[in-house]
């Protein structure tokens, strides 16, 4: 299992990103993903999940209205779409999937939100 994390960076307050994970090493259509950050001095936390067809959906009360999590089953690849960016959301954002009783992280990608 490998998971990919990329488009992370340094936006303003305000702005927008959109981070991607690819996966792979296994069924990705048949599991669901989370996206989870970490910032400084803080645990790491749940973003967003999506099911396996895609169908459902949750977020943290800190993102919703702001951040929408979605998948391409087709290109093994789950998205976060950032908007409206707060200095509160710099942090290390993991993608993340549990399969037969063991999580899989990625590395991490970085998203700074600073003027």
């Known amino acids: 299992v490998q998971l990919v994390e990329s488009g992370g960076g340094l936006v303003r307050p305000g702005g927008s990103l959109r981070l991607s994970c690819a996966a792979s090493?296994?069924?990705?259509?048949?599991?669901?993903m989370s996206w989870y950050r970490q910032a400084p001095g803080s645990e790491r936390e749940l973003v967003a999940s999506?099911?396996?067809?895609?169908?459902?959906?949750n977020y943290a009360n800190s993102v919703k209205g702001r951040f929408t999590i979605s998948r391409d089953n087709t290109k093994n690849t789950v998205y976060l779409q950032m908007n409206s960016l707060r200095p509160e959301d710099t942090a290390v954002y993991y993608c993340?999937?549990?399969?037969?009783?063991?999580?899989?992280w990625g590395k991490g990608t970085l998203v700074t939100v600073s003027s």
């Open positions: 999506i099911s396996s067809a895609g169908g459902s959906t």
């Open positions: 993340y999937t549990w399969i037969g009783r063991v999580n899989y």
């Open positions: 090493g296994f069924t990705f259509s048949s599991y669901a």
